[in-house]
């Protein structure tokens, strides 16, 4: 008897090993993001006050006026990408009801922009918030196929933002090259996770996540959806398009000179410093020193004050709409439409 219970005691300092290792390792992965965080907001701070804390608030103060329509296009942009994945849920989209499609794009939103490693985190709370009626399967693989659409969707406008650069001259070949390897990472990344998703390797592995996350997870459910890529990443790319407007009223927002190419540049600009800092919560500080840099491809290189005042606009409208998206599911009615599909 005392035996079995050195055995046992054994048996769980063994299993508790590995936990306590995983739990360690996710400590330190917390705090290597509030480091990063932190090192942004400095880094935010030092750039504003290099380019005189005074005048940039006073571009951001005669911005505000544009700030409504700004975040009409943000929403427009996100909207894209929920037709999207409507789209690839296929029939299991149509049991989803219109209050679960508003809580799950305000939940991924949100998750996007206040989290480290964005856009797949907020695809896992999408999942999370529609597997209860479109079913955990289908709502993970929708997910997933959408995080690599809309990578496949930044690959495009990357490749028009390096066209315009290169086109524009040698002083534009920096941020041209950027956006060249963006958009091969993009691709890359997209296609990764295309493949990925068809292994039944990785499905049981996340059906493992599924258990330990969710506590179920249906090995009879039916397959995962299979609604067009295509037109998937097609209604990704109109929802970027909608983006190179809203960067080109923000442009004109600070006082900038609009026409389609510097508005797309703007918006390259963003991809370059979302790229760089995509493991800090909002790329805090890359996207700031990203405009810094390429200042003068949007004209702005003797107004710094200008050019940085344009990722910080883009931030202010995102983390307002990201927390409005924290407290829309909170008042939002729990009663959801219940239609089985025929």
Known sequence: ??????????????????????????????????????????????LVRSAGVSNVLHVLARAGRWLPLIVLLEVAMVSFDALAVRGLLGRAGQR?????????????????????????TGEVARAATLMGEAGLRHATAASTRLQASALLANAVI????????????????????????NAVACVIGGLGILVLARSVRVRRWLGGLAKRFFGSYDEDEPPA??????????????????????????????GGVVTSGSALLAQGIHLVGAAIGDLVPNQMGATEGAYRAFAATIGLGSEPAR????ALLVRITQLGLALFSLVLPLVLPRQERAEATP
């Not at 360690?24 to 480091?35: F, I």
């Not at 990357?158 to 390897?181: T, Y």
């Not at 050019?307 to 344009?310: P, R, T």
């Open 1 to 46: 008897m005392g035996a079995s219970r050195a055995d046992r005691a054994v048996g769980r300092g063994v299993s508790e090993a590995p936990d306590a290792r995983a739990r360690g390792r996710a400590r330190l992965k917390s705090l290597g993001s509030v480091l990063a965080f932190a090192a942004g907001v400095g880094l935010v701070g030092w």
């Open 96 to 120: 989803v009801g219109a209050l679960r499609w508003i809580r799950s794009t305000a939940n991924a939103y949100a998750s996007m922009i206040l989290l480290p490693a964005g856009r797949a």
């Open 158 to 181: 990357s490749v028009a933002g390096a066209a315009v650069a290169a086109w524009h001259g040698r002083d534009f070949w920096p941020l041209a090259i950027g956006l060249a390897l």
């Open 225 to 254: 959806p299979s609604g067009s890529i295509a037109t998937a990443v097609a209604l990704c790319t109109v929802g970027r398009l909608v983006q190179t407007a809203q960067y080109g009223v923000v442009v004109l927002a600070v």
């Open 307 to 310: 050019a940085i005042s344009i």
